[in-house]
């Protein structure tokens, strides 16, 4: 097991009313696993999760992408800056 | 000027925009042109449409208010400048400026600035394909207020792997 931080933007921090969180997560856990895993601890993150982008380390990830140790993890909604 | 001191600026900023300060830091001797496009908050939208995966009516914007993942936006603004590096060559500096926090109607919040030799050089359409490459693949949202209530927008650009 190690911890992962994870770092929440837009809809996701609105509707998990927080901006981070840190997880225990198994060695070699995929971004798939941690969705589950994230939809455990906070429910309301479930309706958003089927269009929500996933970074680790400030690149895109993708549902098969395994997390390294000491990863920094953010969830958000397709970008909408301009 | 070696190509490789060619300046690129890219920010995510709560101060307001200064377009005079930019142009100058991105204009070089060799610098006969720049292309410039900024996007503003509208407080009255006329048009009926689509914008960013929403369907809107007419309606009034009170403020938007914006936020970022600064580090990966800044990361992201890089490298929107390299891919408008390697598809025209010509630019010479690059400025890509987002705003962010509450900004209100007539306010500039993003700018990106390419300048180049000459006009004719392609310098519009990078500076156009800066724009929209911001709003795919930098992590930037906004929520839009208006009187009777308020929602986030959300994009509907889905990045592929390496992007």
Same mark, same amino acid.
């Given at each position: 097991?190690?911890?992962?931080?994870?770092?929440? /933007?837009?809809?996701?921090?609105?509707?998990?009313?927080?901006?981070?969180?840190?997880?225990?997560?198994?060695?070699?856990?995929?971004?798939?696993?941690?969705?589950?895993?994230?939809?455990?601890?906070?429910?309301?993150?479930?309706?958003?999760?089927?269009?929500?982008?996933?970074?680790?380390?400030?690149?895109?990830? /993708?549902?098969?992408?395994?997390?390294?140790?000491?990863?920094?993890?953010?969830? /958000?909604?397709?970008?909408?800056?301009? | 000027?070696?190509?490789?001191?060619?300046?690129?600026?890219?920010?995510?900023?709560? %101060?307001?925009? %200064?377009? *005079?300060?930019?142009? %100058?830091?991105?204009?070089?001797?060799?610098?006969?042109?720049?292309?410039?496009?900024?996007?503003?908050?509208?407080?009255?939208?006329?048009?009926?449409?689509?914008?960013?995966?929403? *369907?809107?009516?007419?309606?009034?914007?009170?403020?938007?208010?914006?936020?970022?993942?600064?580090?990966?936006?800044?990361?992201?603004?890089?490298?929107?400048?390299?891919?408008?590096?390697?598809?025209?060559?010509?630019?010479? =500096?690059?400025?890509?400026?987002?705003?962010?926090?509450?900004?209100?109607?007539?306010?500039?919040?993003?700018?990106?600035?390419?300048?180049?030799?000459?006009?004719?050089?392609?310098?519009? %359409?990078?500076?156009?394909? =800066?724009?929209?490459?911001?709003?795919?693949?930098?992590?930037?949202?906004?929520?839009?207020?208006?009187?009777?209530?308020?929602?986030?927008?959300? =994009?509907?650009?889905?990045?592929?792997?390496?992007?």
């Amino acid at each position: 097991m190690h911890k992962i931080k994870i770092l929440l /933007f837009a809809t996701m921090r609105t509707r998990a009313k927080r901006s981070s969180l840190e997880l225990e997560i198994k060695k070699d856990s995929t971004v798939a696993e941690l969705k589950e895993i994230l939809v455990a601890e906070i429910p309301a993150l479930e309706a958003s999760l089927h269009h929500t982008l996933v970074s680790i380390d400030r690149e895109f990830a /993708f549902d098969e992408d395994i997390i390294p140790e000491n990863a920094e993890i953010a969830l /958000f909604p397709p970008v909408s800056g301009g | 000027m070696n190509p490789s001191l060619f300046p690129t600026i890219v920010s995510i900023t709560e %101060d307001e925009i %200064d377009l *005079n300060i930019l142009l %100058d830091k991105i204009t070089l001797t060799s610098t006969g042109a720049a292309a410039i496009f900024t996007g503003m908050v509208r407080g009255e939208t006329s048009r009926t449409g689509q914008a960013q995966g929403i *369907n809107y009516a007419p309606h009034e914007t009170t403020y938007l208010e914006y936020e970022a993942y600064k580090p990966m936006a800044e990361e992201k603004m890089l490298q929107v400048a390299k891919e408008i590096r390697e598809k025209w060559g010509v630019v010479e =500096g690059i400025a890509i400026v987002q705003r962010i926090g509450k900004l209100y109607p007539r306010t500039p919040t993003v700018l990106i600035a390419c300048t180049a030799s000459h006009r004719d050089t392609g310098v519009f %359409d990078a500076a156009r394909y =800066g724009i929209d490459r911001l709003k795919e693949i930098v992590p930037v949202w906004k929520k839009e207020i208006m009187p009777d209530g308020e929602e986030w927008v959300e =994009g509907e650009y889905i990045p592929k792997e390496g992007e």
